[in-house]
């Protein structure tokens, strides 16, 4: 876990995100285990290291290929007003997908805002470690592969399934 020198200084985002289909209602059924899982992980961080959260925001649902998605919006426009100047998630992955928008906001924007980015559960701290670009840049690529590599698979599945002349549909229609 890294260690956080004089918290009094930092005011503090909490960045949560998970893409999944948005069948379900947030509102009906409540958020996801996941997003859940990662806000106590990262309360409990800012907790042990007595880090003063101004808000968290939480995009349930969100595609991270995507950096208009509203609570990031939110965040960015707190950044601007000078609210905050921590941002913690769990992984890379949790903040975006794609290396230019990680590239855009964290190796531009935040370094231009005074921002520092901590992303926990892989020790990347803006501040304090030794390698964060390269790392920022070599994780940023991995996450867009994962992505891109994730769609590829689904196009050939449905694909496949087209072939075959199986039910593309979610419900399949009824015959009588």
Same mark, same amino acid.
């Given at each position: 876990?890294?260690?956080?020198?004089?918290?009094?200084?930092?005011?503090?985002?909490?960045?949560?995100?998970?893409?999944?289909?948005?069948?379900?209602?947030?509102?009906?059924?409540?958020?996801?285990?996941?997003?859940?899982?990662?806000?106590?992980?990262?309360?409990?961080?800012?907790?042990?290291?007595?880090?003063?959260?101004?808000?968290?925001?939480? *995009? $349930?649902?969100?595609?991270? %290929? #995507?950096?208009?998605?509203?609570?990031?919006?939110?965040?960015? =426009?707190?950044?601007?007003? &000078?609210?905050?100047?921590?941002?913690?998630?769990?992984?890379?992955?949790?903040?975006?997908?794609?290396?230019?928008?990680?590239?855009?906001?964290?190796?531009?924007?935040?370094?231009?805002?005074?921002?520092?980015?901590?992303?926990?559960?892989?020790?990347?701290?803006?501040?304090?470690?030794?390698?964060?670009? *390269? $790392?920022?840049?070599?994780? %940023? #690529?991995?996450?867009?592969?994962?992505?891109?590599?994730?769609? =590829?698979?689904?196009?050939? &599945?449905?694909?496949?399934?087209?072939?075959?002349?199986?039910?593309?549909?979610?419900?399949?229609?009824?015959?009588?």
């Amino acid at each position: 876990m890294i260690p956080i020198s004089n918290p009094e200084l930092y005011s503090t985002a909490i960045l949560l995100r998970l893409s999944h289909l948005k069948i379900l209602d947030v509102k009906k059924y409540g958020e996801s285990g996941s997003i859940t899982n990662q806000r106590q992980l990262l309360l409990n961080y800012c907790k042990v290291n007595h880090l003063k959260v101004y808000d968290i925001y939480s *995009d $349930d649902g969100e595609s991270g %290929a #995507f950096y208009d998605r509203p609570e990031f919006v939110r965040m960015l =426009k707190d950044i601007d007003a &000078g609210h905050i100047n921590l941002v913690i998630v769990k992984d890379l992955s949790r903040f975006g997908r794609v290396a230019s928008g990680i590239d855009e906001y964290i190796e531009e924007y935040f370094q231009l805002k005074g921002v520092r980015f901590i992303a926990v559960n892989e020790n990347l701290d803006s501040k304090t470690s030794a390698n964060f670009h *390269d $790392d920022i840049k070599f994780r %940023a #690529f991995f996450n867009e592969w994962f992505l891109r590599d994730c769609s =590829k698979k689904t196009r050939d &599945g449905k694909m496949n399934k087209a072939k075959q002349g199986k039910v593309m549909a979610t419900y399949p229609k009824y015959r009588i």
